[in-house]
């Protein structure tokens, strides 16, 4: 079983940036799918950043060049660096983590951007 565990989401404006943490109960050293997802009100839940099994990184392509995925093996952290953010940003984000062949989602983190 993987608890997992998101934080740093909140109210920003327009333009504003925001960090966000997905802490893990297990060891991140060797798991290559994880990820960071998103659900607008009304939406479906839509991929914004992630590892692939290949080791490399996946963008939506609204998010692309602002922003950032990242990992800290030592602290089974993964990071979501968020720029430039805009209304359309407004979701609960989810982190995503496949060990074993099974996914294992948190609980979300609410970001609203807003004037």
């Known amino acids: 079983q993987v608890q997992l565990v998101e934080s740093g989401g909140g109210l920003v404006q327009p333009g504003g940036s925001l960090r966000l943490s997905c802490a893990t109960s297990v060891s991140i050293f060797s798991i290559l799918d994880m990820g960071w997802y998103r659900q607008a009100p009304g939406k479906q839940r839509e991929l914004v950043a992630a590892?692939?099994?290949?080791?490399?990184?996946n963008y939506s392509d609204s998010v692309k060049g602002r922003f950032t995925i990242s990992r800290d093996s030592a602290k089974n952290t993964m990071y979501l660096q968020m720029n430039s953010l805009k209304p359309e940003d407004t979701a609960v984000y989810y982190c995503?983590?496949?060990?074993?062949?099974?996914?294992?989602w948190g609980k979300g983190t609410l970001v609203t951007v807003s004037s």
């Open positions: 995503k983590v496949r060990n074993y062949g099974v996914n294992y």
């Open positions: 590892y692939t099994n290949g080791g490399s990184t």
